[in-house]
């Protein structure tokens, strides 16, 4: 899911039913922009965190800003969980690709904003293992990530796998599962927490947009094979 971008749409007219497929996998698309930004969970960790209503020609943003994001500083987040965008499930990490946008490509600060994701543990004691990209707008397959225990109940390794590859981490045993096994908590964007040194650094961003691609339910994967399946009948029909 990850490595692949490639999609394609079927479309039964007469059934009124639009079906999109992925290329290896079923998978709902979700872009979270507008008011319904305001949904979405706002965590200031010290800094700020909030949505911002859209004002004249600027539309809805969610604003984070720090006055230090360094190491000693703020870390302000706003993350995407499934009830806030009307899914009982994010699904498994190996499943999970996410992506933002921000207002006018500007953000201000050391680094570019990074993700931040928090997988179900389900090991003895466990609790939120939290898996960080390298920064960047996009999420998937490719990119390089490294792995914090800060809530974890039981750590059973102190490895971060630093510098791997999110395909990689995935296929890491850990106890009971994989990385890529585990149920993804909640998950978004990020500013803070650099390694600045002694410089006390600003930091700013405001996204306009995010979306993740998580699996389709299997009710609407069903769906979409028997919708394949009548267009091919009809097509055969037709010939």
């Known amino acids: 899911m990850k490595t692949s971008k490639t999609n394609f749409r079927l479309v039964a007219a007469s059934m009124g039913i639009t079906v999109a497929l992925s290329a290896s996998a079923f998978a709902q ?14 965590r200031p960790n010290g800094g700020v965190a909030q949505y911002v209503a859209p004002a004249g020609p600027t539309p809805a943003l969610a604003e984070l800003s720090t006055t230090d994001s360094g190491e000693n500083g703020a870390a302000p987040v706003v993350y995407i969980k499934a009830a806030n965008i009307g899914l009982t499930s994010l699904g498994s990490l190996d499943n999970f690709s996410a992506s933002y946008d921000l207002y006018e490509g500007l953000f201000t600060g050391p680094a570019q904003p990074y993700w931040l994701t928090y997988l179900n543990d389900p090991n003895p004691g466990g609790g939120y293992i939290g898996v960080l990209s390298m920064g960047g707008p996009d999420l998937n397959g490719s990119t390089p990530i490294h792995v914090i225990y800060d809530f974890d109940g039981n750590p059973l390794t102190s490895n971060t796998y630093w510098g791997d590859s999110l395909s990689q981490l995935d296929n890491t045993t850990y106890g009971i599962t994989t990385f890529g096994q585990m149920t993804v908590y ?6 803070g927490d650099w390694d600045n040194g002694a410089s006390v650094i600003p930091a700013s961003a405001n996204f306009d947009s995010m979306t ?16 394949l399946a009548l267009l091919r009948r009809r097509r055969r029909a037709q010939q």
């Open 29 to 42: 698309v979700t872009t979270i922009s507008g008011t319904n930004l305001s949904a979405l969970t706002y």
């Open 186 to 191: 909640e998950s978004g964007p990020e500013i």
């Open 212 to 227: 993740v691609s998580v699996p389709e339910p299997a009710g609407f994967s069903l769906l979409g094979i028997g919708a």
